[in-house]
């Protein structure tokens, strides 16, 4: 009995041995891991001073690039805002220059207009006078089926011319058109119609000086059809229809290429082209 109380007191005193050997270890294992832990930490401090000592150097770097960036976007948007004003200056510029080149074309194309106008007054009171002066000193035919004889029929269209001379437009619309009426069979009738659309051409009347010049076609071998087809270039044209007057002028250079307006055409072809 003695002895197995005394071996449990060794197994005792061996088990706190070895007990305070394995804390021992264990102590030993704990105090290096914390030391590599604190070798870490120090490591990382002196990366960190490092670090923050780099970034105390360059954060006047950088406060010195973000404030010279400032700066510059201000300079740029300072010229964007001149550039923008000076574009629109140039574009204000621009369209006052179209506008004025506009009014320009408009009173260029009024005084070619006027020009036409003025021309073809000075041709027609011409060409009316040579008329006057051709049929006073020729003879009128003996015969007619008519109600009106032919001298009279002659005498109302000296009559009528005369009216249109002195501008006395409306007695010679009524005096043409009455002869027109009378005997469309007469030599003078197809004169009688063109010089009817003359008198509506020069009281600017264009509309109605197209269909009255558009008749005179309808007289077999009328001699005023090349006169007509050019006038109907100039209604178009006073009326602003450019593209119908250039046809109206192309239809004339195509078809009375001997006529004395073939010229004429071409030349206000041209005018208008432009």
């Not at 870490?40 to 770097?61: F, V, W």
């Not at 004003?85 to 005084?111: G, P």
């Not at 659309?197 to 269909?211: D, Q």
């Amino acid at each position: 009995m003695h002895f197995m109380k005394i071996s449990k007191k060794l197994l005792f005193i061996c088990s706190l041995f070895l007990l305070q050997e394995f804390i021992f270890s264990q102590s030993n294992s704990l105090a290096r891991e914390i030391r590599n832990i604190n070798d870490k930490i120090a490591n990382q401090s002196i990366k960190t001073d490092s670090l923050e000592a780099q970034i105390s150097l360059l954060l006047p770097e950088l406060q010195n690039a973000l404030k010279a960036n400032l700066k510059a976007k201000e300079q740029t948007d300072s010229v964007a805002i001149v550039l923008i004003n000076r574009i629109n200056t140039i574009q204000n510029k621009m369209r006052l220059i179209e506008d004025k080149a506009a009014y320009i074309d408009s009173v260029n194309f009024e005084i070619l207009a006027q020009l036409v106008m003025i021309e073809n007054k000075i041709v027609t009171l011409t060409n009316s006078f040579t008329e006057i002066y051709t049929l006073k000193n020729t003879k009128s035919s003996t015969s007619s089926p008519s109600s009106i004889s032919p001298e009279q029929y002659k005498k109302n269209y000296i009559d009528a011319l005369s009216f249109y001379q002195n501008g006395e437009y409306d007695k010679a619309v009524t005096l043409f058109s009455k002869l027109v009426q009378t005997d469309p069979s007469n030599d003078l009738a197809d004169n009688s119609q063109y010089w009817l659309a003359e008198c509506y051409y020069t009281m600017k009347n264009y509309k109605r000086a197209v269909s009255e010049f558009t008749k005179v076609f309808s007289f077999p071998a009328t001699d005023k059809d090349d006169d007509a087809q050019l006038k109907l270039g100039h209604c178009y044209r006073s009326m602003g229809n450019t593209k119908k007057a250039i046809e109206e002028y192309q239809r004339l250079v195509d078809y009375f290429p001997g006529s004395e307006f073939y010229n004429k055409a071409l030349e206000s072809i041209k005018q208008l082209n432009i």
